[in-house]
């Protein structure tokens, strides 16, 4: 892995079988962002996909052994359960030309995996919610308005 960063964007490099969300949660963890929206492409394989199904409440997993062009991988970092926690979806292509995505649940990095990371000082948190069954980003602060 390398990086860079400059004010509020990082720029990080993730190097060839590296592990996409135990790095990114390394970095952060390094660099204590605890508030950030993340961007990234690349190629990607050994990948674990879900999606959420509400009725069910929980996730219906995909798993996509080849290399898949990481057209889109877009997240937000809060915290959760005390921790700092990145969430992340993404959009992928295979040899077909055609797109998958969701949830990503793992991965590793099959050629590259270019992320940006924008930070904020806003104080988010992952809280449970009963009706969804599943950790919500919230913000914190007081003041805060409801919509």
Known sequence: M????SNNVHFVKLDINEDVISTITKYLIDNNIISATLSAIGVIK???IGYYDLHAGKYLVKQIEEDME??????NVG???????????VVLSGKDLNCIGGHLLKAKVGVTCELFINTSNMELERLYDDNIKLNLLTPLKAGVKKC
């Open 79 to 89: 915290i959760l359960n005390g921790e700092i926690h990145p969430h992340i979806h």
């Open 70 to 75: 990481l057209l889109s991988l877009t997240g």
């Open 46 to 48: 050994n990948i674990e």
């Open 2 to 5: 390398k990086s860079s960063n």
